[in-house]
């Protein structure tokens, strides 16, 4: 870590010690103490290993667009200010002899993951926690709304700024399967099935998702258990992974609890954790829970473009833990598109062979 350090050293940050964290798939994160005492978090860029040879360096894997550091600072502020969230200060960004870099504030707490290990994974403590992170996701999407749907850059620039959420997200499944095809996850003939169902669908929703009927709002994308914090109460104290935000409908962010946090334990739980969830979001003003069937709808259908994506990224992966899960991804996907259903406790049952919680909640 003396690289680390030295580096931070000439960015003007006194750092007497660097320790790696084992998160995140596009920076090196170094979890660092000053000389005084105070600690930061720093983050490097990389390429991913899985993507090496299938796309340009620096691009988000989840949609395509730029990944940049001054980008990610951006939104981390945007979060803080106008959504009004617990979102890290950012120090600064620099250049360095190991390249650019980000330093943050270290958020308090632990990862919503961890607090519930200690809380014992009972319930009540479960959904009390859910029911402040959607008063949160509430608050954000009633005070930011942008203009149209893409990666937000700045404040002037959202790419490609579509009018119309369908072509923007028709755009983002044909370049995750093509990368498919690229990895080997799907023949030809599949991927010609898969991007024609998934065309369909687009086209049946297209009148409800003009930037004019369907509010986009700023959407963090990937909300799992590992990538925000919370207090002892449950109470989320420190939102970081901002890098993929999108401007985008609600639904983009609400697929994504059902997909990693309302599915933590068993069957019976999950129509309670969003519940939870949206009592939080309503009492907060959020002005986007779903209410129509064209709103389950596509919210079952970026469901169903996320199990693709990971289709693809998780091809190939062997690390002891997530040896098959291209492969299981891919059967729910065939499963999705064969249904139109998403079954989200199968994938709670992927996420509990990393995380170890039990299948049932304690009492």
Not at 57 to 82: N, W
Request: aromatic share 12%; net charge negative.
């Amino acid at each position: 870590m003396t690289a680390v350090c030295s580096a931070l050293r000439a960015a003007g940050y006194p750092a007497a010690s660097a320790a790696g964290i084992a998160e995140g798939s596009n920076h090196y994160v170094y979890d660092v103490t000053l000389e005084n005492g105070d600690q930061v978090i720093c983050k490097f860029a990389k390429v991913r290993d899985t993507e090496k040879g299938l796309t340009a360096p620096h691009l988000d894997t989840l949609f395509g667009g730029r990944l940049s550091l001054d980008r990610e600072s951006y939104l981390l502020g945007l979060a803080r200010t106008q959504g009004q969230l617990p979102v890290p200060r950012v120090h600064g960004t620099h250049d360095s002899p190991l390249g650019r870099c980000i330093v943050l504030e270290k958020c308090p707490g632990v990862s919503f993951t961890e607090w519930q290990a200690a809380q014992g994974f009972r319930l009540e403590p479960f959904l009390t926690s859910l029911e402040a992170l959607g008063r949160d996701f509430g608050r954000l999407h009633r005070n930011i709304r942008l203009p149209s749907f893409g990666d937000i850059i700045d404040g002037d620039t959202i790419e490609p700024g579509c009018g119309n959420f369908a072509d923007r997200f028709m755009a983002v499944t044909e370049m995750r399967i093509a990368r498919g095809v690229k990895k080997g996850t799907f023949s030809r003939e599949e991927a010609r099935q898969t991007a024609a169902f998934f065309q369909e669908k687009f086209d049946a929703l297209r009148p409800v998702l003009s930037a004019d009927v369907c509010r986009p709002v700023m959407v963090f994308t990937d909300m799992h258990g590992r990538n925000f914090f919370v207090d002892e109460a449950g109470v989320p104290s420190g939102y970081f992974d901002l890098e993929s935000s999108q401007a985008a409908p609600a639904a983009l962010e609400f697929y994504g609890f059902r997909f990693f946090l309302f599915n933590f334990f068993d069957a019976e739980t999950f129509p309670k954790a969003e519940a939870a969830f949206f009592k939080g979001y309503r009492a907060a003003g959020g002005p986007c829970a779903p209410e129509t069937a064209e709103d389950e709808a596509l919210i079952q259908l970026l469901s169903g473009c996320r199990l693709l994506e990971l289709s693809e990224s998780y091809w190939g992966v062997v690390d002891a833990v997530r040896d098959t899960w291209g492969e299981r991804m891919k059967a729910l996907l065939l499963r999705y598109l064969e249904t139109g259903e998403i079954d989200y406790p199968a994938l709670g049952q992927l996420w509990r062979q990393r995380d170890g919680q039990p299948l049932h909640p304690q009492p």
